[in-house]
Structure formats: structure tokens, C-alpha cells
T-cell receptor, first 114, second 114 residues
């Protein structure tokens, strides 16, 4: 297992378009997390899954954002009608259980909305 | 609510000198504490964690951190800085009770000058 994989690494899109990102966690990890990181800030929590169940969503996750983890393995994060304020690095992480020993992060997807 | 404060946006240190990156936290109960490092255009890499036990924890690349419950601090330290240590460092916390996700500080940029 090579760790947490995120695709694409970079995405440039026009305002108003929809985008989808994918995250493949470490295979034995049952929890998967999405964070957003803007310039000069730390990662901000968006949502997390335990297996296929989405257990918590941040207020940052507006109705334009949706995340799925249909089979409890990979996850997708979709942003509809993108806005320039959505430009950020989107980070995925996974853990075995609640992450008492920390999370393993992917390299992130950098979204630029023009 | 959980929170982390990293009071310094930037820390500059000469190569070979000791370094300290400060972190204070707030949780309702007892904390799990973590330090992560981020290199440009990359995800976060785990450095070390405090779960329980000894207040001084040792991690990767010669880093260590001291948990101080009375001061609610978890400062990151290294006896002798290397130029290759230059990166963005994040402190994170979660309450040991419940399933709350990690909360990150805004980060401290460490610059080690040769």
C-alpha cells in the first residue's frame, strides 16, 4: 500500500463549472476525512466518513459541496457551481478508528477557479 | 470546542542552533496532540504525537515535543536545526473523548538559514 492517493493533483476550472476530486485511502483504514487548506491557513475540517457512513459535516460544507464514500473505500468530493472562493488545496486523510495515532494525509488536490 | 493556537507565523533560526515552534491548545477533556510538517505543494507528514505517558515525546527527523498540561502547551523542539527542516509546521489536537476530528492550528513557517 502506497498511502493515501488523491487525484487530480491540480485542477483549473472556470467559475460556475462543477468539479469532482477522488481520494483513495489506505486500504485497511475505515475512516476518511476531507479538509480544505487556503493560503496561510491550517487545514479546516470539511467532513468525514466511517466506512460508507458520513458522520459529520462542517458548516464550511455549503450545499454546493457533496461527498460520498459509496463502498467504504474511495471517496469523492464534488463542488457544484464553483466560485473563486473555492480555490484552495483539498486534502484527504485516513485513519484506522478515530485516529488516536494520527491521520495519514494525501498530497492534496489544488483547485484554482478562474 | 477544540482549538489550537500557534502564536508565531514565522520562526527564523540559524543552522545548528536549537529551534522551538510554539503551540497551545484548548479542549474540554484530555488531549491527543500532534505535530505535522508540510513541504511546498505536498500533504501533511506526521512528525510525532502525545497520547499519554511521558511528557517528552520524540518523533521523526530528530524532533521532540514537550506536553505541559498546566500551560496547555505542546511546543515542538529540535536541538540542532538543519536547512532541510525549513517547512510549514502544524500543531493539531483532538479530545480523547468522542469522535471529533483533528483541529489544526494555522501553521508556523520555519526558516533555517545556513
Amino acid at each position: 500500500d502506497t498511502g493515501v492517493s488523491q487525484n487530480p493533483r491540480h485542477k483549473i476550472t472556470k467559475r460556475g463549472q462543477n468539479v469532482t476530486f477522488r481520494c483513495d485511502p489506505i486500504s485497511e483504514h475505515n475512516r476518511l476525512y476531507w479538509y480544505r487548506q487556503t493560503l496561510g491557513q491550517g487545514p479546516e475540517f470539511l467532513t468525514y466518513f466511517q466506512n460508507e457512513a458520513q458522520l459529520e459535516k462542517s458548516r464550511l460544507l455549503s450545499d454546493r459541496f457533496s461527498a460520498e464514500r459509496p463502498k467504504g473505500s474511495f471517496s469523492t468530493l464534488e463542488i457544484q457551481r464553483t466560485e473563486q472562493g473555492d480555490s484552495a488545496m483539498y486534502l484527504c486523510a485516513s485513519s484506522l478508528g478515530p485516529g488516536s495515532h494520527g491521520y495519514t494525509f494525501g498530497s492534496g488536490t489544488r483547485l484554482t477557479v478562474v | 470546542a477544540q482549538s489550537v493556537a500557534q502564536p508565531e507565523d514565522q520562526v527564523n533560526v540559524a543552522e545548528g542552533n536549537p529551534l522551538t515552534v510554539k503551540c497551545t491548545y484548548s479542549v474540554s477533556g484530555n488531549p491527543y496532540l500532534f505535530w505535522y510538517v508540510q513541504y511546498p505543494n505536498r500533504g501533511l507528514q506526521f512528525l510525532l504525537k502525545y497520547i499519554t505517558g511521558d511528557n517528552l515525546v520524540k518523533g521523526s527527523y530528530g524532533f521532540e515535543a514537550e506536553f505541559n498540561k498546566s500551560q496547555t502547551s505542546f511546543h515542538l523542539k529540535k536541538p540542532s536545526a538543519l536547512v532541510s527542516d525549513s517547512a510549514l509546521y502544524f500543531c493539531a489536537v483532538r479530545d480523547i473523548r468522542g469522535n471529533t476530528p483533528l483541529v489544526f492550528g494555522k501553521g508556523t513557517r520555519l526558516s533555517v538559514i545556513a
